[in-house]
């Protein structure tokens, strides 16, 4: 159920726009359109290759002289010039991994995953885990004598917990 919810927010498939655990990505770009490239899925933990495909079709690597990065994006050098590219589709390629690493920021890591995305994931990990531990049929359940039991209608229950789940996640969310 965690790997599911985790799923369901985590990365390029899910709907946070950010990357929680460790992964390898990569961004294709058609064209030279800035000197920064924002990149999708933060926090970056490194940049693994840029490159490009020049006029005649062969792949080029750009110098890491040439760009520097910080957590969310990488910045191409001011001397750098864009050079003509292949008329392909997307022939501007960088590869990075990212995620929260667990390693501390001051010692050049991106952190362990925020507690608010943690919390968030339990709450709804416990929402899947009441749904298959009552009667979505009955809102009552009632034996005289021995006491009445009162289940949360799950539809109701279901909006509460997504709502708590997107105020816990909002501060960190990326619109790709």
């Not at 050098?77 to 390693?103: C, E, T």
Request: with cysteine; hydrophobic share 40%; charged share 20%.
């Amino acid at each position: 159920m965690i790997a599911a919810v985790t799923a369901e927010i985590d990365g390029p498939d899910g709907w946070l726009g950010r990357a929680l655990g460790p992964q390898t990505l990569e961004l294709s770009l058609p064209c030279w359109t800035y000197d920064f490239l924002p990149l999708p899925f933060p926090p970056l933990i490194e940049v693994t290759g840029l490159t490009y495909l020049d006029v005649d079709g062969v792949e080029q690597t750009l110098d890491t002289a040439d760009w520097s990065n910080d957590s969310e994006s990488v910045w191409l050098s001011r001397k750098w010039r864009f050079p003509a590219l292949a008329k392909q589709p997307d022939p501007i390629r960088l590869r990075y991994r990212a995620g929260y690493n667990g390693v501390a920021v001051k010692d050049g890591g991106t952190g362990p995953v925020p507690a608010q995305v943690k919390q968030a994931i339990i709450l709804s990990v416990q929402h899947i885990q009441s749904l298959g531990a009552q009667n979505l049929f009955i809102r009552a359940d009632e034996v005289d004598g021995i006491g009445r039991r009162e289940y949360t209608v799950s539809d109701q229950a279901g909006a509460v917990i997504r709502k708590a789940s997107e105020r816990l996640l909002s501060g960190l969310r990326r619109y790709v």
